[in-house]
């Protein structure tokens, strides 16, 4: 069966990764524009957003968000709200003018994500809470015979807080098979490494002793986020899906990437011609 | 169906109407009862069992409630609140996502248990949220029409039960529309306001100043919060003073809700407040209920003896 949004379907990896670059010299001018926002937390997760929604792996429908038959998208860190925005203005959620409105008295959104927005299921910002709800909706569509699918992407700092564990064990247990989970892994939180500040390795067997299967991918590589996500529809594991994705907090701008003290925050200043530079430069590579 | 515990009436009637409404699902966090037991057996594809882990509860049943389900979510009073607060924060009272939270135990319930079970502060806190309610149950009857409303309605409430079974204070068939009831009308303008298991404690303290020979003070139950504003005022008209009596912490309690509100209405009525001191702060005694009421302060004679100098 094929999505509502096979019109926007890009097949091609090449068309994949050329609207990645579009998404994200779309989240640094919002973000520049607003003079907030988290730029580096969006820069990490834009080619699973970009797979999820023009690379034929969601059904949706712009034009009627609430459309029943939708599988249901999750963003539990809710600070990549702008990665998120941009993707669903992309993807005609609602009118790409908006984006200039980021933050602003009067647009539709502000700098955490907020469940009014067209295309946004949850409101999100205090963390750990995104994956209980899909974990929520995912057991409403087993009971209810549903076959959508629930995508839930997730920080890799909010894996600290105790509730995410409380959900894994219950997702597990309750074979949640149509719950996709894709952990955005950058290693990075606001003021350190995850392993500095507490161990999170090893990651990948913390979920398969949870009870899921895991994946790791290389969650900047389009194609590798492609071939992690093409065949969720047809999995035949009664085990729910983790995906890591290692990832590169602020993916496409040198100048921001890897940093923590680009957490949270726009470039200004002189900053914003080198991080311009910085990303048009990453697109050449 | 007289005299059955708050938890008992409430069970049953969601039982009742579950049976023919297979979107009702009930989550437990560990927590039995022989209603709730019916459910588990009966009506296995509509009960959960999470395990002692109340804020996965919260944000579990907020999803499935997003998804079109009617959500109970059952547990020790404290544990179903504080423990998942700010899950019910972010879900409910802002994403307006509706679900029945049911706390078993409220004020002294659990005597004996200490105080991380006693559950003084839930009315302070939850009423500080908008969208929740919150209904304070005082009897069968009321815990059997809030079990009917919460189906029904698909509201956002806090269902404080108590653990004692109480007698019965309604009539079957009563409606709670009001969010409070005069149960005695005062003869001598002075009328006691309790919520809960301290209505029936307004009722004794009433009962034993007019077997002394005192007036015949008026007793009303405030069922519900936020405050029936409108409602309040026109109970006390006339009156010139009103006395709250609660099992619950001073500040933010039910006494704070009677003044904001009567004082929000420029009602002219002076309200004197029972109930747990906060400088007293947590109490590690035993003995039972009414002892640890004393070490408050809230036992009946102490109450006997506050209300009789305001006369």
């Known amino acids: 069966m094929r999505g509502h949004n096979s019109a926007l379907a890009l097949s091609a990896l090449p068309d994949l990764e050329r609207h990645c670059q579009e998404i994200r010299t779309t989240i640094l001018e919002t973000c520049i524009k607003a003079g907030t926002g988290h730029v580096t937390s969006s820069m990490s997760c834009v080619e699973v957003l970009v797979a999820l929604y023009r690379g034929g792996v969601m059904r949706y429908d712009p034009g009627n968000p609430q459309w029943n038959g939708r599988d249901r998208f999750v963003l539990s860190k809710g600070q990549a709200s702008p990665a998120l925005y941009v993707t669903l203005a992309d993807a005609g959620f609602f009118p790409k003018a908006e984006l200039d409105r980021f933050a ?17 299921e949850t409101t999100a910002g205090s963390l750990g809470m995104g994956f209980g709800l899909a974990a929520g909706m995912a057991l409403a569509a087993l009971k209810d015979r549903k076959n959508h699918l629930v995508f839930a992407l997730l920080g890799d700092g909010e894996l600290y807080e105790g509730s995410i564990w409380e959900t894994a064990m219950f997702a597990a247990h309750h074979r949640l098979n149509n719950l996709v989970t894709i952990i955005d892994r950058n290693f990075l939180c606001t003021t350190d490494w995850t392993e500095n500040l507490m161990r999170l390795e090893p990651l990948a067997d913390k979920w398969r002793s949870f009870g899921f299967e895991v994946a790791t991918i290389d969650g900047n590589d389009i194609g590798q986020v492609m071939a992690a996500l093409k065949y969720v529809r047809s999995r035949r594991s009664a085990r729910p899906l983790a995906i890591l994705a290692e990832t590169t907090k602020g993916a496409g701008i040198d100048s921001m990437a890897d940093e923590p003290i680009w957490h949270g925050a726009a470039p200004t200043g002189a900053m914003i011609d080198t991080a311009r530079t910085d990303l048009a430069r990453s697109f050449k590579r | 169906m007289s005299n059955l515990s708050q938890r008992d009436a409430f069970w049953t009637r969601v039982y009742e109407m579950a049976r023919e409404n297979r979107d009702v699902i009930v989550i437990s966090a560990d927590m039995g009862a022989p209603a709730l037991d019916a459910i588990r057996r009966d009506l296995s594809a509509q009960f959960l069992n999470l395990g002692i882990a109340e804020q996965n509860a919260v944000v579990v049943g907020s999803g499935l409630a997003l998804e079109g ?15 998942c607060l700010e899950q019910i924060r972010v879900q409910n009272a802002m994403m307006k996502i509706p679900l029945t939270l049911v706390g078993v135990g409220a004020g002294f319930g659990y005597a004996d248990s200490g105080p991380t079970h006693h559950m003084l502060e839930d009315l302070a806190v939850l009423r500080a949220f908008p ?34 079974t109480l007698p019965d204070l309604y009539q079957p068939g009563q409606d709670f529309d009001d969010g409070l009831a005069v149960l005695r009308p005062s003869e001598c303008g002075v009328a006691l ?10 009722l004794a303290v009433a009962d034993e100043i007019a077997k002394k020979g005192g007036p015949k003070l008026g007793v009303i139950d405030l069922y519900r919060l936020p405050v029936n504003g409108q409602a309040l005022v026109q109970a006390v008209k006339g009156l010139k003073r009103v006395a709250t009596i609660e099992e619950h912490f001073l500040p933010g309690g039910l006494g704070s809700a009677v003044v904001e509100a009567l004082s929000d209405r420029n009602a002219g009525v002076a309200v004197s407040r029972f109930g747990l001191p906060a400088e007293k702060g947590y109490c590690y005694q035993y003995g039972g209920r009414e002892a640890l009421r004393g070490w408050y302060g809230v036992s009946l004679p102490q109450l006997v003896e506050g209300v009789r100098r305001l006369l």
Do not use: C, W
């Open chain 1, 104 to 120: 602003q008295a009067e647009g539709i959104f502000g700098v955490h994500l907020q469940h009014s927005v067209p295309g946004v």
């Open chain 2, 131 to 164: 969208a929740i309610e919150i209904d304070s149950i005082s009897d069968g009857v009321m815990a059997r029409a809030v079990a009917e409303r919460s189906i029904k309605e698909r509201r956002i409430n806090y269902v404080r039960l108590d653990r004692q």
């Open chain 2, 193 to 202: 306001i309790g919520t809960g298991v301290m209505t029936h404690q307004a």
């Open chain 2, 69 to 83: 389900k009617t959500v109970f979510i059952y547990a020790i009073a404290p544990f179903v609140t504080l423990r």
